[in-house]
Structures are given as structure tokens and as C-alpha cells.
């Protein structure tokens, strides 16, 4: 028995100059290696070591790379790229009452979240993203496309009392949201299906607890948005005499997995609720300071344990889905609001979008690491540009230098999704011409409305 | 004489779809162009009208293309990209006095900046900048390199009442001042020399007293920092019983026309010193939230109608030069520090950038819109990249969605210095080399001090 024989046959060896595994430690392996069979990681360690141990089908060069878990986008409504500096610079109940919804009611049919949601997925994979979070309508649509695209998701039908795209109120949603459970669960490896209350301001505590009660019976994720403004937490405190966290969990909402986005306005005592229930909360930086909404005490549920995922929202608040300038801004601006510079560092910022960003969205036991056993969901970002020049320490390039354009190579499951900035699916085909498509309808709606 | 003969005959036309002037009325033409001869602008108008009245020896065409002025760097200290992600995450102090100074005072020579200079000058030309504002050691060496890359340039040596690389204390810093300021007055067309004290903080009164006579007696611009810290301001009222504007103020150092770095920590009163001394006030909010300084009142500062710029600082505090972020942080964090989303829009963001900076910094006669008679100091955006679209109104994408990757063409003073990604001037050609030999030695120190 030879050498070669002794090999354990694989698919995949992915390397780079630098692997991130994105462990406790902060480990950095120089001339590292990832081993790959199927979907899932076999082994990580020194490059020479897996060449020595394993009989690849495919070696991916890693000269120039550092190599690092995908990124995980824990909020956001992917079609909503379509509404990319559509409107901005307006206060939130003129942006949404005024362009938002009319738009959505006018113009959100099955071609526009079609297209849209390409072109989120688009961003998404061309900046290094894996794993996305969404709520937006017709998301049977948007499944359809992100299993076409290679993406890994968690999806849901959005649930809300009263009448929008597609649906004709909140028992039609629901309806809608049991069936899409029920198709997607345990179909596809790569969309997890969710349930999606809009929020505790616009679905009533009855509805809430008949979700829940699926959610618990069936074992799905809810995802929903939490505490984003301080009006919210205001209108709660008028309406229930608790904040928007202390009323959901009265009725024993964070019993089930919730990924809570935003959480921006939170009292010291809804932070220990979040660490004790095992809330996710999502961070979305961009569009919190563009709607100005707040700052969220980043700082301080991350002292408390608390899982803390990023997220970009929709790009009507954001203007993209560019998960790097959302690590970018979280490293600098709870520093600035906190004024301490060592508040939320450089490998904070990341882990949210990787290992603990994997935690906020339940999915810490496969997601968002390099290590054996989980998913082969992983980048490999170029630092030998001249711009990225010189690099003392990978990590803070990761959040301080680095933009989507160094993302090489994008690999969801094993399987390369974006190289050398290409888009490898088919289903972005003809994307181009379909976004012009939906533009002009876009456009032409803004020119005629109110005439 | 027939038609021909009649067209003005000139250097450039160069078009772009829109042609965004950034004049006071927001001005946007489509299809439009300029027609420039020699280093400045002619005319600035519709693309077919400008056609018909020049005769240009080159027309670079615009489809797909952004016309603006170039991006003004109104603060950095360009040989420190070299520093880039060298210490992050530390205490102001700590990043100082551990890590900043003892590795300038090890590190810092000529070939450091050489090297480091053209750095800080490949990035500001690929992402735009076509002037900066420049204070750091050995600015002779670095005027020389700025002529050789056609970037536009106000630069000093810094005075300070201690020894740093290259001098021995303030009269020889003073000295090297006065015979910089003498060398390049009216030799360049790029370059304008400028006083450079560090700070009231650093240079006594007596000796900032000394550099504002001969800023006044030769109608020089002075350069400094101010307010930067609230440590700083503390500090001047309990030596002074003054802030440092009003410290500044009492010695009549406004008379001169004074670039004022970062301006974070000022009261109502400072305000309007600063628009009645007309002092340019440059933002830095990427250095001011990585070093916890604060947040600067730039929506007060606005509405009272005082200058501001805005700029990078050294790559040490960013970790790079690129204004696009620049832009992109001042119109989202404003909104999220005074809780209203229309503090600091798109627009006023980007006119910081270019029509206002250019008022901060001295210059608004002849830099910073597309204006006849201005210097020919623009750029052109590629809008139509898949991740770009839609694009619904130019000023949003600018300050929302363009990054530095748009960057298709800058020209300064009619020179194209930067095409298709691409650096032209001769000057950059060894550069990775040389950098890579730098950072040998950044690195060799790194890992040796202390031993």
C-alpha cells in the first residue's frame, strides 16, 4: 500500500496565504487550507499537511488570498435592490408613507421580486456573501431564485395585519407563510424556511402567539424586526405598559429561535432578556444611521454575551447589500459613539458577520466557522492590490480596508458561485436587460404619479 | 468663413451622460460636457452645444459616465499610508505614544517617504481626489513626488515645539518652513505651499505668533489642527481659560486663512468664530470615530454657513485615503447623531467633497465645480455596473453607492493622470516594489522593538 492509496479521497483543497477560521481564538494559519467533500468541510489546517492527507478532485490556488468564512447577511429585503436610491434624506413616516409603500403597491408584482431579488443576490455573491436573512413578499419567488443562484437563505413569507403585496390581509399571509413552511422544509439544504411576523407594532399579540405556536410546534426560526426606533418603544411603553421586548416576551415569544433585527432601542434590563432567551439581534448599521433610527448598544450586548449578527437591511435604506460596509461601519462607529476606541474591534466587527453573526441566526452549529463539519461556505479575499498595501494584520484589513472588490471567489456548499469577479449561475444570464426592464416601470411610475 | 473656422479651436472636450457642476442650484445636465484648453475650464454645457462652438484636438467621450469635479482631501498626512492598519482599536495616547511616534522616529526617512507618499497618491488618484492637503515630515520630498504624479497639492512642514524626523525642535522646523514656503510660492501651478504649525496644543504662542506674521506678510494659508480631542479642550481651559478657537482667536490667528482640521469639540460661540473668521473647517469623521474623538457639529457648522471640508487624515487613522467613505460616513452618521434623517444629505455631503471643501481650504475661486475659468480638475463615475443599478438620481448614488471602484478617469488641470483603473504618470511604475521593500521594514521593526 503506497502513499497516494493512503489518501482520503475529496472533492475540494481551497487554500490561501492567510485562513481565518474565525474561532474563539482568533487563529490565523499562514499557508492554510480547507478540505472539502460534498457540502460540507472536512478538515482546516496547514496547506502541506491537507495536501499530504487528502486526494482532491480540485485544488483552488490561494496565492494573494486570505481565505475566511462567508458572510452571513442577518437582515435584509432582497428584492428591495430594485429601489436603490429610490428615495432618501426624508424622515421615516414620509419615506415609507409617501415612496415606500405606494411604490410597493403600485409597481411589487411577481416580475418585479423577480428581478430584484436577482439583484440582491447578485451583490450578495459578487461581495462575499453566503447567507442571507430576507422578508419581503412572494418569497416563494425569491426561494425559487436563491436555490437557482446557490445561495444559502433563510426565507419567509412576511405576516402583517393588514392588506399588501399579494395578500389580502393577516389570516391570508399566515396562510400563505404555513404553506411555504411546509413546501420548503427539509427540501433544499440551502433554504431554510422562517416564519415572518413584521413586528410587534403591526401584527396584533393574537396573531403573534398563533405564529408562535406554529413556529414552536414545527420547530422554525422567527424573524421579525424589534425595537428599531424610539418611537416604536415609545407607542409599546403608551399602548402595554412594556417595551417592545418585555411585551413579546410576556407571552413567551422568545420561547421559539427569533432573529430580532434591529434592537436599537433596548433598556439594560430587555439586554439580559436578549442574552437569557437566546435572542439573535441584528445590527444594521447603515440604514439605522440613514433612517436615523440610533445607534443600538452594539458595545454592551456584546459584553453581555449577547448574539449580535449584521445585517443591511433592504437597499431602499442602505443604498446596497454590501455586507463589508456594514463590518466597516460597525468597527468605527460605536468607537465614535461610545468614545472609546477600543469599543467593538476590528475582529468583533467581523465575527459579527461570520462566527457570532452565524450564532444570531441559529445556525451556529454549521455556519459561519471554518471547522470540520460545517458548510463549505467560504471567500477568498485578494490583498495584493496596491491599495491594500501594506498589511500588517489581516483582521484589520478585514474591517478597515478591504471593500467588495476584493472578494476573488464566493462558495456556497461546496460549490463556486462567484471567481474572479464573474458571476458563475445562469440565472444571471439576462439579469442586465431585466433590471433596465423594471427601472423604467420604476421611473415612469415616479414621472406620472400624482398627475 | 464658413463654420468650421468659426469654432473656438481648444485642448479637450470631455462629456459624461451627467454632468453634475455642483453648483448652488444642484445642477444636473444630461448629455453634458466641458471644453477646457490648457489647465482650465472654457465652458460647461450640453454636450451637442459645446460640440458645435469648440474645435478640441481630443474628445473623451461619456457614455456611461458621471461627470464631476474632482474630490478635494482637505486633511491627510499622505506619507503615513505606509502606517496603514499598523495599531487600531488602542486609547488616542496609547496608539501615540506606543506605537505612532516611536515607529515615526525609527522608521520615518526619505525612502520612507518617497514610497510612502506616491502611496497615499496612487490611492488618492484612483479613487478620485485630484487635490489634497498635506502636513507631514519632509514635504519637500513630498512636493517634488506631487509634481511628478500631477496631483494638486497644498503642503507644509510641520512646526512643533519638540524634535521629530528630520528636526530638531521648533526654530529649525520654523527655519524649514520659511525656506519651503520661499522655494515653492508661484513655482508649480499644482503645488501651494502653506504653513503647517501642528496644533495650539504643540506650537506656543509665541512661536504660532511668529508663523501667522509671515503667513499674513506673504499672503500664505496656514494648516493646522483644532479641537480634535475634548482631552484638548479641556486642557487649553484649564492653561488658557479659553477653548482653541477663542485661544486662537484672542491673538488674532484668524487673520490668516486657516485650514482647521477636524473641529469636533466646539461650543455655539466657536461656531460663529468660525464663520465670522471664516476658518476652513475640515471633517475627518473616519479618523474622528476610529480614535473616539467624537462627532464633529457638522449640521451646525452647515446651517450656519461656515466652510467645510472634508478629509481622510493619515492612512494611520482610517486605514486609507479614499474620500468616497469620507462622503458616504458624513451623510449617514449625522442623521444617526442627531437623530434627523435630513441632517447632512447626499448633496451636502458630496459639495464638502468638492464646491464646499474648495471654500474650506481657500481655493473656491479656482477648484471644486465645473465652472469657466476653473481649473480642469474632474473625474469621471461609471454608473453602469450591475451593482449600481438602478440609478434613480446621480447625487444619491454618489454619496450612497459609488465607490472608489467607479473611478473611470481623473484629470487634473487638464491632465489625464488616471484612465480605465489605471495609473499614467511614469512616476508610479516601481511602486509595489518599493513598498513591499518599506514594509520589510516596518515589519522587521514590528517584530524586533522591545527586544
Not at 443576490?121 to 436563491?146: H, K, P
Not at 439573535?280 to 443600538?296: C, E, Q, R, V, Y
Not at 447589500?321 to 469599543?343: C, F, R, S, Y
Amino acid at each position: 500500500m503506497n502513499k497516494v492509496d493512503e489518501k482520503h479521497s475529496i472533492d475540494i483543497i481551497i487554500k490561501g496565504d492567510y485562513l481565518l477560521p474565525m474561532d474563539e481564538r482568533n487563529t490565523i494559519i499562514e499557508q492554510g487550507a480547507v478540505a472539502i467533500d460534498g457540502d460540507k468541510i472536512v478538515a482546516v489546517g496547514e496547506a502541506d499537511s491537507l495536501i499530504n492527507s487528502y486526494k482532491a478532485k480540485e485544488v483552488i490556488r490561494g496565492e494573494g488570498k486570505i481565505l475566511i468564512p462567508g458572510l452571513i447577511n442577518g437582515h435584509t429585503h432582497s428584492p428591495m435592490s430594485l429601489f436603490r436610491g429610490f428615495a432618501d434624506d426624508l424622515p421615516l413616516m414620509t419615506w415609507l408613507n409617501e415612496h415606500i409603500f405606494p411604490a410597493e403597491a403600485a409597481l411589487v408584482d411577481k416580475d418585479f421580486i423577480r428581478s430584484g431579488s436577482l439583484l440582491g443576490f447578485a451583490e450578495m455573491l459578487m461581495s462575499g456573501t453566503t447567507t442571507f436573512v430576507d422578508m419581503y413578499f412572494y418569497a416563494d419567488i425569491t426561494a425559487d431564485l436563491a436555490h437557482k443562484a446557490g445561495i444559502r437563505s433563510m426565507l419567509g413569507v412576511p405576516c402583517i395585519d393588514f392588506p399588501a403585496p399579494g395578500t389580502s390581509g393577516f389570516d391570508q399571509s399566515f396562510d400563505f407563510a404555513k404553506a411555504f413552511i411546509r413546501k420548503w422544509k427539509n427540501k433544499d439544504d440551502l433554504i431554510t424556511p422562517v416564519f415572518a411576523p413584521h413586528s410587534p407594532y403591526t401584527v396584533s399579540q393574537e396573531n403573534l402567539q398563533a405564529i408562535l405556536q406554529e413556529a414552536l410546534d414545527n420547530d422554525i426560526v422567527i424573524h421579525t424586526h424589534i425595537a428599531e426606533t424610539a418611537h416604536e418603544v415609545a407607542e409599546s411603553l403608551k399602548a402595554t405598559g412594556k417595551t417592545p421586548v418585555e411585551y413579546l416576551n410576556s407571552f413567551g415569544f422568545f420561547d421559539a429561535s427569533v432573529i430580532a433585527a434591529h434592537m436599537v432601542h433596548l433598556t439594560e434590563a430587555d439586554i439580559v432578556t436578549a442574552k437569557e432567551k437566546n435572542i439573535g439581534a441584528i445590527h444594521n448599521p447603515t440604514s439605522n444611521l440613514k433612517l436615523a433610527s440610533g445607534f443600538s448598544p452594539v458595545h454592551q450586548l456584546l459584553d453581555r454575551g449577547v448574539s449580535v449578527g449584521l445585517g443591511s437591511d433592504g437597499a431602499a435604506s442602505n443604498n446596497n447589500v454590501d455586507m463589508w460596509q456594514e463590518v466597516h461601519l460597525t468597527a468605527l462607529i460605536h468607537k465614535g459613539k461610545e468614545a472609546n476606541p477600543e469599543a467593538v474591534s476590528a475582529k468583533q466587527a467581523l465575527s459579527m458577520a461570520t462566527c457570532l453573526g452565524a450564532k444570531a441566526i441559529h445556525q451556529g452549529d454549521k455556519l459561519g466557522q471554518l471547522k470540520s463539519g460545517y458548510k463549505a461556505d467560504m471567500i477568498q479575499v485578494d490583498y495584493t492590490g496596491l491599495l491594500c498595501q501594506p498589511m500588517y494584520n489581516p483582521f484589520s484589513h478585514l474591517a478597515y480596508v478591504f471593500t467588495a472588490e476584493q472578494v476573488a471567489l464566493t462558495m456556497i456548499g461546496g460549490k463556486v458561485v462567484m471567481k474572479d469577479r464573474q458571476l458563475l449561475p445562469a440565472v444571471f444570464n439576462d439579469l442586465a436587460d431585466e433590471i433596465q426592464e423594471q427601472a423604467a416601470k420604476v421611473k415612469h411610475w415616479m414621472n406620472n404619479r400624482g398627475k
